[in-house]
């Protein structure tokens, strides 16, 4: 799989992907918000756009769908669920079902909680390639998605639970927004002696370049507080924060409390 993960540096900061099979260069572009962007690099690489694959329905990652589309002829694709919302939908995706682009195989997993009708896209690697997840506005570098728009916290952490956590460490995740040096600041709120994020917030002071960092499920597990609902000091400080007994804090009641927190921090 030939991989291009595009800052569109918007005040969203929003990535757009291009994803092309090695062989033909076929391409699935995923959520092209920047359609002129998109166009251009896709040509520049030489890689044709066969389809268009919508994370969920959101407009600054549907927005770019239409010029994309007339442009090269590409199908759209979808949850299922999100087929009222986004315009023109060719199919609509389902749980378990394989979205195909020449010899690229990615796996559709259903992850509600940003929204009810989200998908992450997931290629299982190879002995050459390791497995990687697009996943939208579902999990952020050190960060996940905010429920306020459509979407609900319960599900998110149901989602995390079932299909996130149990991924193996050596998964890439290409997100739907660069806001990894905020979130890391949020770790560090909730975890203010967390090693691991401090020491990757010093890389980017020094120089590492946010928009083309790729971090994994590894990585999110040691700086991504979300991941860390164990952690006594987490649990303690949340209980703090919003009033809660600690002790009736289980991994669910602890995921919730982080996300409302991050809401307004």
Not at 2 to 15: E, F, G, T
Not at 177 to 189: A, G, K, R, V
Not at 242 to 253: A, Y
Not at 254 to 260: E, H, P
Request: a negative charge; aromatic letters at 8%.
């Amino acid at each position: 799989m030939l991989v291009k993960q595009i800052p569109i540096r918007n005040n969203l900061r929003n990535y757009m992907y291009l994803l092309a099979c090695e062989n033909t260069l076929d391409s699935i572009a995923i959520d092209p918000l920047d359609h002129k962007l998109c166009l251009e690099v896709a040509n520049s690489l030489g890689w044709r756009i066969r389809t268009v694959a919508n994370t969920h329905h959101h407009h600054d990652h549907i927005g770019g769908n239409g010029p994309v589309i007339s442009a090269t002829g590409a199908n759209l694709v979808a949850h299922i669920d999100a087929m009222d919302a986004i315009p023109n939908v060719d199919r609509g995706l389902v749980a378990g079902e394989e979205l195909i682009c020449g010899d690229l195989i990615l796996k559709v997993m259903d992850t509600p909680g940003h929204t009810m009708s989200h998908i992450c896209l997931y290629f299982q690697g190879n002995e050459h390639e390791k497995p990687a997840l697009f996943c939208g506005d579902t999990l952020f570098n050190a960060g996940v998605g905010r429920c306020d728009f459509g979407g609900e916290p319960k599900a998110l952490h149901k989602t995390f639970e079932d299909q996130i956590f149990p991924l193996s460490d050596d998964v890439r995740i290409f997100p739907g927004h660069d806001y990894i040096e905020n979130n890391l600041w949020f770790t560090l709120d909730r975890e203010p002696d967390n090693k691991d994020a401090i020491s990757l917030i010093d890389k980017f002071k020094n120089g590492l370049d946010s928009e083309s960092f790729i971090s994994d499920i590894g990585l999110e597990r040691k700086i991504n507080v979300f991941f860390r609902l164990d952690e006594e000091k987490v649990r303690f400080g949340i209980a703090k924060s919003l009033n809660l007994e600690f002790d009736s804090l289980d991994r669910q009641k602890t995921f919730i409390g982080l996300r409302a927190l991050r809401d307004n921090w």
